[in-house]
């Protein structure tokens, strides 16, 4: 067998990877079990590091206070995209004489594509990326290591936490992501481009669906859930020095990444893959 491996190393690389592969996946399925079951434990026993992790994902700390944290981030994409799509949408509406619709393209896109994707990009790339950082130098710092000597179980303490201060932030977070994307889509139509505020309020509280909105949080929720047990789980097992916690927040961050494009993949063909929930009219 090692004479075989001396001299054919390529082939045996390639005969090992889809084992390889199976492994990997299986590890992440018993660090996500575990993850949510020791949560409530976590949260429970360690209240004090749940409540500072949630300032910490709301506004960030240290210096990034101000400018860096997950609300700012948020905030900021989220008044881009909605200004976006109002631009685009009236711009292209108006190319077929119906305008007047932008209001719509603002109920039905904001709520059902654009806030849920872009909350989730800019989770992952402040609060999920941080978490895979600090779990990541603690691990390569055996301070993991000491919290077992200490007789404290690191995955309630490290994950637990954060995936339960991750599911108690996230409702204000992307609720104050979707008030950003309507403002911004109104202020651009209404106040840039010119329309009638009583023609975009009538379209956009005509198309506005109140089921879609409760989709749409449930959406971010599963898109932070996943979030936050992909990062947790690549910093927990970081490893390599310094060069391994940049590699495994790179993996992190490209991982989540697919994550929440693949929630939002399947929760759409969930909710409106065989009924649309959408009639166009009134």
Do not use: C
């Not at 500072?52 to 944290?69: D, K, P, Q, T």
């Amino acid at each position: 067998m090692v004479t075989l491996i001396a001299r054919y190393p390529k082939t045996i690389r390639r005969i090992r990877r889809p084992y390889q592969a199976l492994g990997r996946i299986g590890d992440h399925a018993v660090f996500y079990v575990k993850a949510l079951v020791y949560a409530p434990f976590g949260a429970w026993h360690y209240r004090r590091e749940t409540v500072r992790l949630i300032a910490e994902i709301s506004m960030g700390s240290g210096a990034l206070a101000v400018f860096g944290g997950t609300v700012v981030i948020v905030g900021f994409l989220t008044l881009a995209t909605g200004g976006t799509l109002a631009v685009q949408g009236y711009s292209s509406l108006g190319n077929i004489g119906i305008e007047a619709l932008t209001g719509f393209l603002s109920a039905f896109i904001n709520v059902r594509i654009s806030a849920p994707v872009v909350a989730g990009i800019g989770l992952a790339a402040t609060f999920g990326a941080g978490a895979t950082a600090q779990l990541g130098a603690m691990r390569i710092n055996e301070e993991i290591d000491a919290l077992e000597s200490l007789a404290i179980e690191p995955i309630p303490y490290l994950v637990g936490t954060r995936i339960v201060a991750g599911m108690i932030a996230i409702v204000p977070l992307y609720a104050l992501a979707v008030i950003a994307s309507f403002i911004a889509s109104r202020v651009t139509t209404v106040v840039l481009l010119g329309q009638s505020a009583g023609l975009y309020d009538h379209y956009f509280g005509t198309f506005l669906n109140p089921i879609d909105l409760v989709w749409s949080f449930l959406q971010a929720i599963l898109m932070a859930l996943t979030i936050l047990l992909i990062h947790t789980y690549f910093g927990y097992f970081a490893s390599g020095g310094p060069s391994g916690v940049g590699i495994a927040v790179g993996n992190a961050v490209r991982t989540s990444l697919i994550g929440v494009v693949s929630v939002t993949l399947l929760v759409s063909l969930a909710v409106y893959g065989a009924n649309g929930n959408f009639d166009l009219s009134g």
